[in-house]
């Protein structure tokens, strides 16, 4: 079935520095990718997305790349913040229009 | 613009009872999920309901779940009779049906944390 591996499940970093977080997904007809950052008791919110007609996308501290040949796509947060501490998800679309969701990674940022 | 609401925000029930979760997804979002995050995990799909219609329960139990959205608005999600491995948090999401750049977003509500005794 349609499946999606996230890595790795925690990451620690020094404030200022770069986090990167990489998935790989198994349906090659997937074509929308987005990432949910989830702080403790809330629901997933979306902070980027990219689909499968582009390579690289950026939001001010943040970048998404994918690479469809691989079926790997892969989160950049810049410049690490105490606040950018949370679980972050990615997921791929399925056949049905439905997300399938990484397991999460937790990103600790040290002040 | 309202999100996703849903209630009750925690619930804590034992093994063999029932509990029925409800949403209210955006306003004019024809497409809503219901999802169950296990602690630790990501979102799982349950059932994908497109205005009143069922597009996806292919990962809903049901012998013991079901779910109706009978107006193409609100949704209530039950569980009956309810298992210990049923604890997680119950996720309501809903999306725009067409059109514009945020198609394919979904925008989730807070979920409901059930603990199952």
């Known amino acids: 079935g349609e499946n999606v591996e996230q890595h790795p499940s925690t990451l620690s970093v020094q404030e200022g520095d770069s986090a990167v977080i990489k998935c790989t997904y198994s349906d090659s007809a997937s074509n929308y990718f987005p990432w949910y950052k989830q702080e403790l008791g809330k629901g997933p919110q979306l902070i980027i997305d990219?689909?499968?007609?582009?390579g690289e996308k950026k939001d001010q501290r943040i970048a998404v790349t994918l690479n469809k040949t691989a079926k790997h796509f892969s989160l950049h947060i810049t410049e690490t913040q105490p606040e950018d501490s949370a679980v972050y998800f990615c997921a791929a679309k399925g056949s049905q229009g439905n997300l399938i969701f990484g397991k999460g990674t937790k990103l600790s940022v040290k002040p | 613009e309202a999100g996703v609401a849903q209630s009750p925000r925690y619930k804590i029930i034992e093994k063999r009872q029932s509990v029925a979760f409800w949403c209210n997804p955006i306003s004019g979002h024809a497409t809503l999920y219901w999802y169950q995050q296990i602690l630790g995990q990501g979102p799982k799909l349950l059932i994908q309901?497109?205005?009143?219609?069922?597009?996806?329960d292919s990962q809903l139990p049901k012998d013991r779940f079901s779910a109706e959205r009978l107006k193409g608005v609100d949704s209530t999600l039950k569980i009956q009779p309810a298992k210990l491995e049923d604890s997680a948090v119950y996720l309501c999401?809903?999306?725009?049906?067409?059109?514009?750049?945020?198609?394919?977003?979904?925008?989730f509500g807070p979920g409901t944390r059930l603990t199952v005794l």
């Open positions: 309901f497109q205005n009143n219609g069922v597009v996806d």
């Open positions: 999401a809903s999306r725009i049906l067409r059109g514009g750049p945020i198609y394919n977003e979904q925008f």
């Open positions: 990219i689909r499968s007609n582009v």
